[in-house]
């Protein structure tokens, strides 16, 4: 059974950082792409930022220049760097994964910026 646990999350204010992690586990032959998505109150999940197995990344146009994707291939691990965080990307973050060719996802996490 493969899951995905992000942690991370919290209350941070406005212009602040925050790391996200989501580890995969379970008996994990490969791993392909891998991305965060978002879904705030009231509004459709939206991807956030998106990493292939060879870590070419893109993103939200929303997200462009303040966070940041990156894998760590070896704990099968991704990770979403936020800075300058605004109030607009408070939401809960999902990660997602495909993993032996299947799609995964994560329970997600809390992201509260607010002041």
């Known amino acids: 059974q493969v899951q995905l646990v992000e942690s991370g999350g919290g209350l941070v204010q406005p212009g602040g950082p925050l790391r996200l992690s989501c580890a995969a586990s379970?008996?994990?032959?490969?791993?392909?792409?891998m991305g965060w998505y978002r879904q705030a109150p009231g509004k459709q999940r939206e991807l956030v930022a998106h990493?292939?197995?060879?870590?070419?990344?893109n993103y939200a146009d929303s997200v462009k220049g303040r966070f940041t994707i990156s894998r760590d291939n070896a704990k099968n691990t991704v990770y979403l760097q936020l800075n300058s965080l605004k109030p607009e990307d408070t939401a809960v973050y999902y990660c997602h994964g495909i993993i032996n060719k299947y799609e995964y996802w994560g329970q997600g996490t809390q992201v509260t910026v607010s002041s």
């Open positions: 379970g008996t994990i032959f490969s791993i392909d792409a």
């Open positions: 990493i292939t197995s060879g870590s070419k990344t």
